[in-house]
């Protein structure tokens, strides 16, 4: 059973708006939460993180927003830029997991000019 | 530094045959993993190591070697190539002491069983 789901394959959006892209959780023990971005034929790059005592987190034009309770976070893009087409992976990770992450299935944002 | 590099980049097998791929880092990371990435799929962890010498199974380990004889390096290995192998592989490492548990990424290798 996947513990870490991103129920939306893709996401269209046009240039200078706002993406938000949505990621869910079942294991409550996650408490450090990271979002990784891919471009075709590269390895994923590290995006942003959140650990579990906070509920945002912001670098630049990227925001990360996490609900404990409802075990949803969400990554904000604003404003969205062409470069910023690429998959996005939310992944989890528990205290004492030797940092093993688990990674949802991935997002693929495109950002039309 | 030149980060997490993987050798090859691609790579084509026949059903049987085996073959390893290199992972090395320059970083001094602790910690290294071998993913499998397919279509749909995200992420999947085949092994990891903790340290030098220590190798340990991931989500989906069977048909998969790995070894960790050198600090900077990690070997996955597959012995009898399976068609359902074929896949984009992808090497990490981190640090190893407290959090983040950021981990960075190789290029990736594309490997096709035939």
């Known amino acids: 059973d996947q513990q870490v789901k991103q129920n939306s394959p893709s996401l269209s959006v046009q240039e200078g708006r706002i993406s938000i892209l949505n990621c869910d959780y079942t294991?409550?023990?996650?408490?450090?939460f990271l979002w990784y971005k891919k471009y075709p034929a590269e390895g994923p790059t590290f995006l942003i993180s959140?650990?579990?005592?906070?509920d945002k987190n912001e670098d630049g034009r990227f925001t990360v927003f996490l609900n404990k309770s409802a075990k949803h976070l969400s990554l904000h893009i604003v404003p969205s830029q062409p470069g910023d087409s690429a998959v996005y992976f939310c992944?989890?990770?528990?205290?004492?997991?030797?940092?093993?992450?688990?990674f949802g299935k991935g997002t693929k944002l495109s950002v039309k000019p | 530094n030149a980060g997490v590099t993987q050798t090859p980049k691609f790579r084509v097998l026949k059903t049987g045959q085996s073959m390893t791929l290199l992972c090395a880092q320059d970083?001094?990371?602790?910690?290294m993993y071998w993913y499998r990435q397919d279509p749909g799929m995200g992420l999947r962890l085949i092994h990891y190591?903790?340290?030098?010498?220590?190798?340990a199974k991931g989500e989906v380990p069977d048909g998969y070697n790995v070894s960790r004889l050198k600090k900077q390096n990690f070997l996955l290995g597959l012995e009898s190539a399976a068609p359902s192998q074929t896949s984009v592989y992808f090497c990490?490492?981190?640090?190893?002491?407290?959090?983040?548990?950021?981990?960075?990424f190789g290029p990736g290798t594309r490997l096709t069983v035939l």
């Open positions: 990490a490492s981190s640090y190893s002491s407290g959090r983040p548990d950021t981990q960075y």
């Open positions: 294991n409550s023990m996650f408490d450090y």
């Open positions: 959140i650990s579990s005592i906070k």
């Open positions: 992944a989890a990770s528990e205290e004492g997991s030797q940092g093993n992450l688990i």
């Open positions: 970083m001094n990371h602790e910690y």
């Open positions: 190591s903790v340290g030098e010498g220590t190798t």
